[in-house]
Structures are given as structure tokens and as C-alpha cells.
């Protein structure tokens, strides 16, 4: 267990629905990371949170949003969803706001299926 | 922008071989340098990082790798491979925004 907590593993959804990731950090871990993970395009960074804002933007799209709450859980939600949303979406989380001197922990991930 | 990559996105080794996994870096300040592990319907796991300091790190699981400035490297090795290294790993860098920039991964095979 990374300390990290992903919720749901997976997800089975249908095309033009709207769905929403939850991550809890690792406890004392301030900055939280969204990745995905897909077959033709890798790793990819979506979005960073530090402590509830907004710290950096990767290549998210429109229809997607997060946000991180007060008790620093984060949200990831996906809206229109397309088939080619179908991926790992992880989330990861770190002490620093900045230079990831620690590295990441990474959460298991969670399944996105859309049909 | 900083950049990674990773040669070859499959390596095939027999058990008792040695392990190299090839990792190469773009950045425009002093990187800060990791290798994560994903096994099978798993999350990422830190194995090393370098971030100041000695060139050579060592990790978990008998996985070292070496900072090479002057080639910009970070290969990751292992003396001898077991089977239960058999996964991907994904090499990192930090870029300038500070966020961790992953390469294309190399999936490890080994054969007994």
C-alpha cells in the first residue's frame, strides 16, 4: 500500500456520460498529481493541485476538471465522455509544491472504460 | 522543454543476466532524475532517484543507476535479473515547471 488511495479501480461507462476519479494523498503530502495513461500516448500530465490550488495544467482537456478540497482529497472529473478517453488515470502526491525532490507516490490507478 | 527517452520499449533477458534499461534526458536545468517500476495492474513505484550528489544511486530491489552529465544519461541496471523483475519501467525527469515528465517505458522480459 503507497498510502495513496484511488477510488474507483475501475469504471465502465458509456459514451457521453460524465464520471468523477477520487484520491486521497499520502498522509502529509500537500501536492496532488493527475496522470493518464494510455497505450498510444503514455504517461501524460494532466493537472497538479498544491494545498487546494491550481499549480500547474498538462495537457488536460476542456471537458475534464479537478480540484482538491480542504482535506486535500482531489477529484478528477471527466464529462462528454468519448471512447478515446478509455484509460489508467492516476493520481500521485508529494510533499513539495515544486521541484519533485521526493519523487512521486503513486496511487494503483483507476480503470476508465467507455463503451 | 525537458524530454526522456527510453531505448527500446521491450528488453528481453534471461534470469541471471544482467540488466540495462537506456534512458536519456533533454533538460535546460539541472535535472532531477527517476526510475519507476509498474508491475501488472499496478501504480508506479519509485526505484531510484538522483537529485544532487553522488552520481551513482542505488535502489530498491538491486536496481542502481548512474548520472551521466556529460552523455545525459540515466541507464538502469542490475548485476543479475530474477523473474520477479519481469515489468515496465519508466524512466522521469523533472521539467522546468517542476512536474515529472515520464518516457515511453521499456517493458522488461525474463526468460528463465
Known amino acids: 500500500d503507497s498510502g495513496v488511495t484511488q477510488t474507483p479501480k475501475h469504471l465502465i461507462t458509456a459514451t457521453g456520460q460524465r464520471v468523477t476519479l477520487r484520491c486521497s494523498p499520502r498522509?502529509?503530502?500537500?501536492?496532488v498529481y493527475w496522470y493518464q495513461q494510455s497505450l498510444d500516448q503514455g504517461l501524460q500530465f494532466l493537472i497538479q493541485y498544491y494545498n487546494g490550488e491550481e499549480r500547474a495544467k498538462g495537457n488536460i482537456l476542456e471537458r475534464f476538471s479537478a480540484q482538491q478540497f480542504p482535506d486535500l482529497h482531489s477529484e478528477l472529473n471527466l464529462s462528454s465522455l468519448e471512447l478515446g478517453d478509455s484509460a489508467l488515470y492516476f493520481c500521485?502526491?508529494?510533499?513539495?509544491?515544486?521541484?519533485?525532490?521526493?519523487?512521486?507516490?503513486f496511487g494503483s490507478g483507476t480503470r476508465l472504460t467507455v463503451v | 522543454a525537458q524530454s526522456v527517452t527510453q531505448l527500446g520499449s521491450h528488453v528481453s533477458v534471461s534470469e541471471g543476466a544482467l540488466v540495462l534499461l537506456r534512458c536519456n534526458y533533454s533538460s535546460s536545468v539541472p535535472p532531477y532524475l527517476f526510475w519507476y517500476v509498474q508491475y501488472p495492474n499496478q501504480g508506479l513505484q519509485l526505484l531510484l532517484k538522483y537529485t544532487t550528489g553522488a552520481t551513482l544511486v542505488k535502489g530498491i530491489n538491486g536496481f542502481e543507476a548512474e548520472f551521466k552529465k556529460s552523455e545525459t544519461s540515466f541507464h538502469l541496471t542490475k548485476p543479475s535479473a530474477h523473474m520477479s523483475d519481469a515489468a515496465e519501467y519508466f524512466c522521469a525527469v523533472t521539467d522546468s515547471s517542476y512536474k515529472l515528465i515520464f518516457g515511453s517505458g521499456t517493458r522488461l522480459l525474463v526468460r528463465p
Open positions: 498522509s502529509g503530502d500537500l501536492s
Open positions: 500521485a502526491s508529494s510533499r513539495s509544491r515544486d521541484r519533485a525532490n521526493y519523487g512521486y507516490t
